[in-house]
Nanobody
Framework: QVQLVESGGGLVQPGGSLRLSCTAS????????MGWFRQAPGKEREFVTA????????LYADSVKGRFTISRDNAKNTVYLQMNSLKPEDTAVYYC??????????????????WGQGTQVTVSS
């Protein structure tokens, strides 16, 4: 069974850090572009960041550039999202996603084939 499972979410104060993990089961992430998206209450799901299958190419939304870092460890079948300098507006459910159709990176939800169930990140004092 193909599955993506996110972990690492929680409550953090503004300015704090969190690291999210996304581990795949039932398939190998080696050939997949991986992305992180987020959805705040009452808003559409939005792109956060993506990394190519090799890890060489990355793409970030302007709102997180310089604060968030995506990385991957194909040997562990896991993708990470390091989030620093967190702001209240970063509060959302964070989803990881895998794309087999994209050769580099993509910010388009429609190009991702598999999705995780999401992990809640709350930034509040």
């Amino acid at each position: 069974q193909v599955q993506l499972v996110e972990s690492g979410g929680g409550l953090v104060q503004p300015g704090g850090s969190l690291r999210l993990s996304c581990t795949a089961s039932g398939f190998s992430l080696d050939d997949y572009t991986m992305g992180w998206f987020r959805q705040a209450p009452g808003k559409e799901r939005e792109f956060v960041t993506a990394v190519s299958w090799s890890g060489v190419s990355t793409l970030y939304a302007d709102s997180v550039k310089g604060r968030f870092t995506i990385s991957r460890d194909n040997a562990k079948n896991t993708v990470y999202l390091q989030m620093n300098s967190l702001k209240p507006e970063d509060t959302a459910v964070y989803y990881c996603a895998a794309s087999v159709v994209v050769t580099g990176t993509s910010d388009r939800k429609s190009e991702y084939n598999y999705w995780g169930q999401g992990t809640q990140v709350t930034v509040s004092s």
